[in-house]
């Protein structure tokens, strides 16, 4: 019932002593093809991107152990907004009544605005990635107001700039009313 | 303290259903434990909640504005201890301030929550709910699901509903607890005992053998259903009351109703009466009618019962359950049964007196009697008092297969932990005979179980998985006992230690090796199977809100059988989903929940990691008493080769400090010429960023870890493959690695073994087929420190 976590380093380590010749030849090989590539990609002009990414900043000004929290969760990113849970309830109801007209791409406006820390920057990116302004302004609804848009308000939602519809929705009483506080002090 | 959300019923001033439980509910938890109870509102206008100052006030106000500023002590979350119980009583999926980021803040508290789930209607039944219930619904069941530490239900189906939609949705189980709700009318009297009464203050009623209806004018309470039934009734007294305000998508039932013949004369709709008129219509009905296709509990059905009216339900949901076989049910839909129910009450008295015997023996629960068994239950909840922390010590679990290193084991704990004297043995059938010859040997009564008998065919083969699953098996067998330590095989005790190191009276100590189980690289670039557990148990533990300290400190550590029990119960539902740190897993989830029984300590294991390289300690082993025993640290350049297996703690622990010192001194810690820095590769779809800082030490014994970020965002998904060269100035490649992108952290970086300036260089060809290419350089230095 032991864990075989362990060795992985050092088996590496032995593995250069075993077989260094060739281990070394295997390393100037794939040194080489990698170099050639590389070349190659220069001269047909792709040049690797080199710009210091948010993500690379970050890490560059982390301590260690805020860094090896940041990779991990690169990798495996947490839903700390329960958003996952939240769409896949929302998705069966959806699929029981076709009449409230929650399509996938609406269900994932609604998961992309409740993991958003910035509703803006979250509507931008919506916007910028091709979302009708239907799909992101009924989903802004069901985030901030908890319904659905109205018969009324269909026309308008969809065609208000997503951006006008959340000023709109976080300036109007109903959001004041019963709108989205998020902490209690 | 317990504080009890009611702002829901207090704004919308309702006194039915939900309401009608929260305000009589309420009022009786606090008003048997008025100093430690708090009834709470929460405040929009101020952004804090309030204390109501008299626990009265929760029946007697009608809405908020009945409550004035001198009723109202406002208090800040920052207020909230650990140990506190929310209770969430109240339809609370229309209320202000989100569930789940208001979860989130108590649970980092240490705050327990309880919700108290009266039916799952709008995601089991959404065709007969309103689209505005169904989406704020979503959103609060989605955070009862995820974050409630306890549901409390109010049927045996509700809690069976709510349990498969943990199952289906988050892949778990909830711990759940059904209560019974009163149903008597406390408050109220009956307009009138007489008849006279009676008939005054409903004299269109005279002479009528009504039937009654109870409940919002809304789909699932099934009133054309009734209706129907209604019309073909043929006997001339027959009468309809529908007492309801009016819910929604009804408007062609009301309109119907309206224009009803007998509408007015044999059909009434009551939309809004008080409790006093309600208990009089119970009394006087010819019977009570609830048709429904679902009802999470049914009160207007226990509350006629309570008042001997005959009673007629549909078999939906918790009807026959709380009707306890005093009611007629007919299934859910069948008009005709109903009808021939209905029909054969009018036609025939002698049936109609048998439910009405029926009805008059039933015993309803009272508010009050509700109300103790609630505090009860959240009392227990508070305390842990049931899980008997205090229970002593003596006995220890281990899971082994390897008869040669339990022998050295149990020889370890027979030198050392003389409070054991008992031992339980979970093993493979395969090994059994040898395994039960080195328990017996040691411990005489020793219980030897294998893994077929307590676990079944249905053992997963993940390494991690098994474990968890057959822990969760084993734990629950009649041969462990209330408090225990549990083992593997090959964790051996160094020194003596008294049973106040695992547990003093009722507070457990648990041992962690890691603060934040999210800072896990894993111990390989390729995860294991261990490591995908800690990352599991992380996710489960940090996405539910619970702390997620690393807990597999590879030593005996002492569980609490009917916590552990209830914590697996829930969050271990079956073997596919087992692949789960239990050790970590069990601990931040009781911790969490009863922070009074435990007291968290660093590890004191020796051995763990095997060799600092595989991964690199955050924190040092405290007081060493344990070793995980590894057989190869023994051999010839084994870290304690030449020290004995079951001895020599003192080299054994100066060895490993040293190691320690070394390993950090190459990657953390500032040590003469040498400033370890970050070394991180950040890689995107487009974009390949190398990161350096500081140096390096020279000689492949300073392993680097390289970490591998993913930039793309929101964890999406890039695979490929990535080499890393480090090449001398001249050009000649000198170290080199290569590994497979995925989910992978980290890479390994051998440093040189003369110093000098190298150019690091990364390649990748991603499964885009985007190419991608950094380079940096590496400044490595002399290591001063001998071999």
């Known amino acids: 019932m032991r864990i075989s976590t362990q060795g992985s380093l050092y088996r590496l380590a032995k593995r250069l002593s075993i077989g260094r010749g060739l281990r070394y030849l295997d390393l100037w090989a794939r040194y080489l093809w990698r170099r050639g590539q590389s070349r190659l990609d220069a001269h047909r002009g792709r040049l690797p991107g080199a710009d210091l990414t948010a993500p690379a900043t970050a890490i560059a000004e982390a301590d260690m152990t805020t860094a090896k929290r940041m990779t991990v969760a690169s990798w495996f990113p947490l839903d700390l907004a329960n958003s996952r849970l939240h769409r896949a309830l929302l998705a069966s109801i959806a699929e029981a009544r076709p009449d409230l007209s929650l399509s996938e791409a609406k269900l994932n406006c609604i998961a992309r605005l409740k993991r958003g820390n910035d509703l803006a920057v979250v509507v931008d990116e919506l916007v910028a990635s091709g979302e009708t302004a239907e799909t992101i302004n009924t989903a802004l609804y069901v985030h901030l107001l908890r319904r659905l848009p109205a018969p009324s308000e269909l026309p308008m939602i969809g065609s208000r700039h997503p951006r006008h519809a959340l000023l709109a929705i976080r300036s109007g009483d109903e959001y004041r009313k019963q709108g989205r506080k998020m902490l209690a002090s | ?350 049936y109609h007196a048998e439910l009405k015997a029926a009805a008059t023996g039933f015993r309803p629960t009272g508010w009050r009697e509700a109300g103790r068994a609630v505090a009860a239950a959240l009392d227990d909840i508070a305390s842990g008092a049931s899980h008997d922390f205090s229970a002593p010590l003596r006995q220890m679990v281990f899971l082994s297969v390897q008869a040669e290193v339990l022998d050295l084991s149990l020889a370890s704990v027979r030198a050392n932990l003389d409070f054991i004297d008992r031992i339980v043995v979970l093993t493979s059938p395969e090994a059994r005979d040898a395994i039960a010859a080195v328990a017996t040997r040691h411990f005489p009564k020793a219980v030897v179980l294998t893994d077929d008998a307590v676990a079944g065919v249905d053992i997963p083969t993940d390494h991690q998985a098994r474990n968890t699953w057959l822990r969760k098996q084993l734990y629950a067998q009649d041969a462990v006992e209330p408090n225990f330590l549990a083992a593997d095989e090959d964790y051996l005790a160094l020194r003596p230690l008294e049973r106040g190191c695992f547990q003093q009276f009722d507070v457990h100590r648990a041992y962690y090796f890691l603060e934040d189980m999210g800072t896990w690289l894993a111990g390989s670039p390729r995860a294991t199977s261990f490591d995908r557990g800690m990352r599991n148990a992380w996710r489960l533990l940090r996405e539910a809100a619970y702390p997620a300290r690393g807990f597999a400190s590879h030593q005996p550590q002492v569980i609490n059988k009917s916590l552990v029990n ?91 400090l040293e190691a320690l010192t070394l390993a950090r001194r190459a990657e953390i810690e500032a040590s003469g010429a040498h400033v370890p820095g970050m070394l991180a590769v950040v890689v995107t779809p487009e974009t390949l960023k190398f990161i350096s800082a500081g140096t390096v030490l020279a000689g492949a014994r300073n392993v680097r870890r390289i970490l591998l970020s993913n930039g793309a965002g929101d964890g999406a998904a890039i695979a490929g493959k990535l080499d890393m060269f480090v090449a001398e100035p001249g050009g000649a490649v000198v170290r080199g690695e290569s590994v497979d992108l995925g989910e992978i952290c980290w890479m390994p970086l051998l440093p040189p073994e003369t110093p000098g300036l190298y150019l690091i260089r990364f390649f990748a060809t991603l499964d885009s087929g985007a190419r991608l290419e950094a380079r940096g350089l590496l400044t490595v230095i002399a290591d001063m420190e001998p071999q």
């Open chain 2, 1 to 350: 303290m317990l504080y009890i959300d009611v702002g829901n019923t207090l704004r919308g001033g309702l006194r039915t259903g939900i309401q009608r439980v929260v305000r009589s509910l309420a009022f009786e938890l606090a008003s048997q434990a008025r100093s430690s109870t708090k009834l709470i509102v929460y405040d929009p206008a101020a952004s804090r909640y309030f204390a109501l100052t008299e626990p009265e006030l929760i029946r007697s106000a009608d809405s908020l504005a009945n409550i004035g500023p001198e009723s109202r002590a406002y208090f800040d979350l920052d207020g909230f201890a650990e140990g506190d119980v929310w209770f969430e009583p109240d339809s609370t999926w229309t209320e202000p301030l989100n569930r789940g980021a208001l979860f989130r803040q108590l649970k980092a508290k240490g705050v327990i929550v309880v919700v108290l789930n009266h039916d799952a209607i709008p995601v089991i039944l959404p065709e007969v709910c309103h689209p505005n219930t169904l989406v704020s619904f979503a959103e609060a069941i989605a955070d009862h699901l995820q974050y409630a530490d306890y549901a409390l239900t109010t049927s045996a189906g509700v809690d069976r509903d709510l349990r498969q939609l943990a199952r289906r949705f988050l892949g778990r189980d909830m711990t759940t607890r059904v209560i019974k709700l009163g149903a008597d009318f406390e408050t109220a009297a009956p307009i009138g005992e007489g008849e006279s009464s009676f008939a005054a203050a409903f004299p269109e009623l005279a002479g009528l053998n009504y039937l009654l209806s109870v409940g919002t004018i809304e789909p699932r309470k099934n009133h054309a259903l009734l209706l129907q039934a209604f019309d073909r009734l043929e006997a001339e007294d027959a009468a309809l009351v529908i007492v309801g305000r009016k819910g929604w998508m009804s408007e062609a039932l009301l309109a119907r109703l309206e224009n009803h013949p007998h509408y007015g004369h044999r059909l009434f709709w009551y939309s809004a009466i008080g409790d006093e008129a309600l208990l009089s219509l119970y009394r006087h009905a010819f019977a009570t009618v609830l048709p429904s296709q679902y009802e999470g509990y049914g009160l207007p059905a226990v509350e006629a019962l309570s008042q001997g009216c005959v009673t007629l339900v549909s078999d939906a949901g918790s009807l026959p359950e709380v009707t306890q076989g005093h009611a007629a049910v007919f299934t859910t839909g069948d008009g005709e049964a109903m009808f021939a129910i209905l029909d054969r009450l009018y036609r025939e008295p002698s």
């Open chain 2, 566 to 656: 209830e914590i697996f119960e829930r969050l271990v539902v079956d073997a596919e989903s087992a692949a789960i740190n239990e050790w970590s897993l069990y601990f931040n989830v009781a911790s969490q929940l009863y922070p009074h029984h435990f007291l968290t300590k660093p590890y004191c294991t020796l051995g763990w990691p095997m060799r600092t390289g595989d991964w690199l300690p955050e924190m040092a082993p405290h007081e060493a008493a344990f070793e995980n025993y590894y057989a190869e640290s023994y051999e010839a350049g084994g870290l304690f080769a030449g020290l004995s297996r079951l001895g020599d703690l003192e080299a054994k622990t100066c060895r490993t």
